[in-house]
């Protein structure tokens, strides 16, 4: 089942897949990376939840409102989208800046959550410059994204994965990894509703002044923390800062992975949400 939502003063495009009569789970994306980022969890978290996926404002099929935008404006979409499908209370889990979301969502909200899961996020971001010269690259990598998407994942693999994984890619991209996803799926994503520069813009505009550190402690929701061993993007020891501040947190760490363990670790992650969640 799929529509769009009525959220917050814009459209929100949704995804459900699962049984109507199971907990529902809410699934947040990462930075420009639309709901079908989480094609190597739906189908696994499916079977015992019912999973809603869905782009983020600046994404996807979502509206893309030209404003530098917020963490209170994505928590409120989020929010939006729940009332419209009249959830009152849901498990939630993000990944990057979708982990960010839900921080300042689960501060802001916290009888809407049931548990949390943060993958590979950060509770702030101590240099401000450094993330804008990530946002100038990400800008300028959009045209060979767009025009050559399977090469761009191969070319960039080496920011997201470990060197292990690097070496089945190299071996075998045609592979369908985990029997869950190939390349040539993930890929072809990034030319479909793809993204623009103000796009990009206006979803970093958030990040640019996000921490959220010192509010943790307040968290009273069960939270599990899954950060990566190898992750360059968002690395590890800033997840350990964050189980410290959230009190009723648990740490996983994904050995000899990076950011993007969702995809090539996706069945260890899906283990741990579904253990931690059932």
């Not at 990598?141 to 060197?163: C, I, T, V, W």
């Not at 002044?209 to 990566?228: G, M």
């Amino acid at each position: 089942m799929e529509g769009f939502a009525d959220a917050n003063g814009i459209k929100i495009h949704y995804q459900i897949n699962g049984n109507e009569n199971s907990e529902p789970l809410i699934l947040v994306s990462g930075w420009t990376l639309k709901k079908e980022m989480w094609i190597a969890q739906v189908g696994p978290l499916s079977e015992h939840f019912r999973v809603i996926t869905f782009d983020n404002r600046g994404c996807g099929k979502s509206d893309r409102p030209d404003i530098p935008y917020t963490m209170h404006m994505f928590a409120d979409d989020i929010i939006g989208l729940m009332d419209y499908l009249k959830i009152e209370k849901a498990h939630l889990m993000g990944y990057a800046l979708g982990g960010m979301i839900l921080q300042v969502f689960a501060l802001k909200y916290p009888q809407r959550v049931n548990k949390l899961v943060l993958l590979n996020t950060v509770g702030g971001f101590p240099d401000k410059e450094g993330l804008e010269s990530v946002r100038a690259i990400n800008i300028k990598a959009l045209d060979f994204q767009q025009n050559a998407p399977e090469k761009y994942f191969l070319k960039s693999a080496k920011m997201g994965y470990h060197r292990d994984f690097i070496k089945q890619l190299e071996a075998d991209p045609n592979q369908r990894f985990h029997g869950l996803w190939t390349v040539a799926e993930f890929a072809k994503e990034y030319t479909i509703n793809p993204q623009t520069p103000k796009d990009v813009a206006n979803q970093c505009n958030a990040m640019l002044d996000f921490n959220v550190l010192d509010k943790l402690s307040e968290l009273k929701c069960k939270t599990l923390i899954i950060a990566a061993s190898h992750n360059k993007l968002h690395p590890k020891i800033a997840m350990e800062a964050m189980h410290e501040k959230i009190p009723n947190s648990r740490l996983e760490i994904i050995q000899k992975a990076g950011d993007s363990a969702y995809l090539s670790r996706a069945p260890e992650i899906n283990e741990l949400v579904i253990v931690f969640l059932m």
